[in-house]
């Protein structure tokens, strides 16, 4: 079974340049989860999706961080402008939604790091 | 909202046990995840406790109590290959929120 794809794996801007990430989930799964991981700190949530619909962006700077998941599949995130403190790994997770599984578990892709000059 | 607390940092010897602890505050509480993430990975899902008590997967256990509002990872027989950056996540109905992490150095 295919895991999460995320790209790209790496990424160098500058302050004020826009950027945008893109991740495919699992087959199969309706929940998708972006999440900010700046260096050692824990993931943070930036928006959840089930479907194509939003279930909670409250931590999502919304002045400067979009995302969308037009089709229910995949997904991609924007930043514009980037600022320094975007500085972090932006990690994709999905799974089926929780409450129908009974679970806390989330199948991560390997993250998209990005670095703000 | 929630919040969770892990220790920062925790060092320990290869064929050691090691406890991680855990407290939370939340609302609308489903379940505690564990979660590991070596350098520069994923963070990858090793137990879920919904119920108080102990479950066991291996050398990991994970124990929950929810009237106490904390929970542990318990890691036996400790190889170097388990350093690394162990997490809990709180469940709540559908979100999952993590900890700020505890850093696991295994040393010979």
């Known amino acids: 079974e295919a895991g999460v794809a995320q790209s790209p794996r790496y990424k160098i801007i500058e302050k004020r340049q826009s950027v945008a990430f893109w991740c495919n989930p699992i087959?199969?799964?309706?929940?998708l989860y972006w999440y900010q991981q700046i260096l050692g700190q824990g993931p943070k949530l930036l928006i959840q999706?089930?479907?194509?619909?939003?279930?909670?962006d409250s931590q999502l700077p919304k002045d400067r961080f979009s995302a969308e998941r037009l089709k229910g599949v995949d997904s991609t995130l924007k930043i514009q402008p980037a600022k320094l403190e975007d500085s972090a790994v932006y990690l994709c997770a999905s799974s089926p939604p929780l409450y129908r599984v009974n679970t806390g578990e989330l199948f991560f892709g390997e993250g998209s790091r990005l670095t703000v000059l | 909202g929630q919040s969770l607390e892990q220790p920062s940092e925790v060092t320990a010897v290869e064929g050691a046990i090691v406890q991680i602890n855990c407290t939370y505050q939340?609302?609308?509480?489903?379940?505690l995840s564990w979660y590991q993430q070596h350098d520069g990975g994923a963070p990858t899902f090793l137990s879920y406790?919904?119920?108080?008590g102990l479950e066991e997967t291996g050398r990991f256990s994970s124990f929950l109590s929810r009237s106490d509002s904390y929970g542990y990872l318990l890691l036996q027989e400790l190889q170097m290959k388990d350093s690394a950056s162990y997490f809990c996540a709180v469940r709540s109905f559908q979100k999952l929120v993590f900890g700020t992490g505890t850093r696991l150095l295994v040393s010979p």
């Open positions: 406790n919904a119920l108080d």
């Open positions: 999706f089930q479907n194509n619909g939003v279930v909670d």
């Open positions: 939340t609302s609308g509480f489903y379940g």
């Open positions: 087959s199969g799964h309706a929940t």
